[in-house]
């Protein structure tokens, strides 16, 4: 089984008409493992509905503490990809021995041009096959949480 966590991000916006601007409802996760037509065991859980530039590190904490207390040795963890590195590192010091992988998206779900669906289905597929570690997995590639960035000017995350 592979446990997922939710945290949010351009993974999970909307856009919110009456304000006009991008805001958050509930995760699209369980519509993109059907649409994907997974077959992969899962247990999914919302820790938080935040955009990663607001995210502390008192909510570093609760993820870090959620991959400690589930048996789960496999996790994969939706989050916004302006951070995500910092979350990555708090994970590599304070969980060991687990096989997890962050992924996000940089165009929401919610505007059917999303990349969203395929770096899912890439952080399940890698998550099952690469060895304890914290990683990150976007647009088909992963890479070790302490070895990439995100090109701000290309939009796409590389190796460092």
């Not at 096959?129 to 995100?150: C, E, I, S, T």
Request: proline residues 3%.
């Amino acid at each position: 089984m592979i446990r997922i966590f939710v945290t949010g991000g351009t993974f999970d916006k909307t856009y919110d008409e009456i304000r006009g601007a991008l805001a958050f409802r509930d995760t699209h996760l369980t519509e993109m493992l059907r649409l994907g037509r997974s077959r992969v065991d899962v247990s999914v859980r919302t820790l938080m509905m935040i955009d990663s530039l607001d995210m502390t590190e008192t909510d570093r904490e609760l993820v870090v503490r959620n991959c400690l207390q589930c048996d789960e040795r496999c996790i994969v963890i939706t989050h916004g990809t302006d951070t995500m590195v910092e979350t990555a590192a708090a994970l590599a010091r304070g969980v060991p021995g687990k096989t997890i992988v962050l992924t996000g998206a940089m165009i929401p779900y919610a505007f059917g041009s999303s990349d969203g669906l395929f770096n899912l289905g890439s952080a399940l597929s890698f998550v099952q096959v690469l060895p304890p570690g914290v990683y990150l997995a976007m647009n088909g590639q992963h890479f070790p949480w302490d070895k990439v960035r995100k090109n701000r000017e290309t939009g796409v995350f590389e190796a460092i």
